[in-house]
């Protein structure tokens, strides 16, 4: 129970804009062969989801500080990043799952008011194809 527990932990850290990943977490948990393989996805997937969730959620609560002087964009800063999220929308969520650039997409999507379910749904999709790529290449191993 402390594997999925630790596991769970540190794909919610991962999701976050702390640096961290869980990819390596569970390739070694699928590799020992000690536990489910669907229950660890469920897990990892679960996990990473959620921390997405805390990044959507602070990107729509620091929006309402964006005329402020310490706000990292400026209007037009914002105003492009909202240009380019009409434009590619809510599929940009699909690389979420993306070292350095993932983060900060669900941040964005905070900031621009993605639906919060839809934002799930495309996130989910994203994370949950991500981690079936890990576990088939430690299968692999």
Excluded: C
């Amino acid at each position: 129970m402390s594997a999925y527990l630790g596991l769970f932990a540190v794909a919610f850290v991962a999701a976050t804009l702390l640096p961290m990943g869980s990819e390596a977490v569970l390739a070694g948990l699928v590799m020992s062969d000690r536990y489910l393989l669907w229950t660890l996805v469920l897990v990892a997937t679960v996990g990473n989801v959620l921390g997405s969730v805390v990044n959507w959620w602070m990107g729509g609560y620091v929006s309402r500080f964006k005329d402020r002087a310490w706000f990292p964009a400026n209007a037009a800063q914002l105003a492009k990043a909202e240009r380019h999220y009409q434009r590619y929308g809510r599929w940009s969520l699909l690389l979420s799952w993306m070292p350095v650039i993932g983060d900060p997409l669900t941040v964005i999507a905070g900031v621009l008011r993605e639906p919060l379910w839809r934002f799930t749904l495309v996130v989910t999709v994203a994370k949950l194809g991500r981690y079936l790529v890990v576990v088939a290449l430690a299968l692999q191993i």
